[in-house]
């Protein structure tokens, strides 16, 4: 009989917390076009506030984990949930275009103060630390697959500002129970000066670490190549397989499915495995599935290269405790956060040079690139093996 502790309890409401600040970052795009006719503006505009947006996600990072070092990580996960039901509301309710792009960047803060609190909470008080980063990056992924439906229904039935203000209607109960459920956490560095923590040389040393510069690599690697293919997926399915916009949404919503389940698979396989091995054979897979998106011949060829790039694409659960590990316990916060803020924000390029290969030489040349990528990854796991390196 399975036994319910009070960690599977953090877990779980970290993991709700999750899908919260994943559901708002997500509740915009599906009412852009009801959004740029009411505020009149073109897609360009609307895409660059979108930017701002994930731009604050990356940059709130590194903060998230000193503030959490300082105060607790109770706190900051708490800010982050009623902070981003608050910015949707005041997304949902802007009078002028100016106001809703100051609260979509405060979104994008707010939520990003989320993940490396939450992880570093989550490798305090659970020894399977892979299984439980797997678990909790599921909220993510339920979010992808729930809040472009119900976002698209509320718009069209009721208009685009109740839509975005969905998010509340989540976000604040999630809020009120993380309250009541999780005890106040401890703050690990209380003691140190916050000006102390934003130090160059202490940040440079960090990130100059062996083991860390080697770790972060391979998360920008991996990074880069989710933000290119979740981007452009659909039109990938559309223009290079010449699927429907049907049949590409379906593709779309499987690939989301199999990251989630994978990620579970993942995590454990890394605490039982260890992190590289799993790491690597992640990114392999991934590396395969596009190889298959790109030349596999028909329908069950494209099928099959969506499922095993979602599975290659969950490598976070296995690579995430590599930096936790690499990290005393003093520093984890700060430091995780750090790192996070150094990935997302370098990979967040995927994006624009994904589109722009495209462009270029075609879609089957971009997504070939992204498979260049990740064997790349996994030759540099390869290398640091035969060669002893211990990175």
Not at 34 to 59: C, H, K, P
Not at 108 to 119: C, D, F, M, R
Not at 123 to 136: Q, T
Not at 266 to 279: I, L, M, N
Request: aromatic share 10%.
């Amino acid at each position: 009989m399975i036994r319910w502790r009070y960690r599977d309890t953090v877990l779980a409401l970290c993991t709700l917390a999750f899908f919260v600040t994943m559901f708002g970052r997500l509740a915009i795009s599906p009412v852009v076009p009801a959004i740029t006719d009411e505020f009149g503006v073109s897609n360009a505009v609307i895409g660059a506030s979108l930017t701002g947006m994930w731009l604050a996600y990356g940059l709130a990072q590194f903060p998230s984990g000193v503030l959490g070092d300082r105060y607790g990580e109770r706190g900051i996960i708490l800010v982050a949930l009623g902070g981003t039901a608050v910015a949707c509301l005041l997304i949902a309710v802007a009078p002028l275009f100016s106001l809703f792009v100051l609260a979509t960047v405060v979104l994008g803060a707010v939520a990003g103060l989320h993940y490396s609190v939450a992880t570093t909470l989550l490798s305090r008080i659970h020894d399977n630390v892979g299984i439980a980063i797997g678990i909790h990056n599921s909220g993510a992924t339920v979010a992808g697959l729930i809040a472009p439906v119900a976002v698209a229904w509320v718009g069209v039935t009721y208009g685009w500002r109740p839509a975005v203000a969905v998010t509340a209607a989540v976000g604040i109960p999630a809020f009120v129970l993380f309250a009541l459920s999780v005890r106040p956490t401890e703050p690990r560095r209380s003691d140190l000066p916050l000006r102390e923590r934003f130090k160059l040389r202490s940040l440079l040393e960090l990130l100059s670490r062996p083991v860390i510069a080697f770790t972060l690599f391979v998360a920008i690697v991996g990074e880069f190549v989710w933000q290119g293919s979740a981007s452009f997926l659909p039109v990938f399915l559309i223009e290079h397989r010449g699927y429907s916009t049907t049949v590409a949404a379906t593709g779309f919503s499987a690939y989301f499915v199999a990251q989630g389940i994978a990620q579970v698979g993942v995590g454990a396989a890394s605490d039982r495995f260890g992190r590289d091995r799993a790491t690597a054979s992640c990114l392999l897979v991934g590396a395969v599935g596009l190889v298959v998106l790109v030349s596999g011949p028909g329908l069950v060829g494209a099928a099959l290269g969506v499922i095993l790039l979602g599975i290659g694409m969950s490598f976070e659960a296995a690579l995430l405790p590599r930096f936790l590990e690499e990290l005393g316990a003093a520093e984890r916060g700060a430091g995780f956060g750090l790192v996070r803020t150094v990935y997302v924000i370098t990979a967040s390029l995927g994006s624009v040079v994904v589109g722009l290969v495209a462009d270029l030489f075609g879609w089957g040349v971009s997504f070939a690139f992204l498979a260049g990528l990740l064997t790349l990854a996994v030759a540099a796991f390869v290398v640091n093996w035969t060669l002893g390196l211990d990175l």
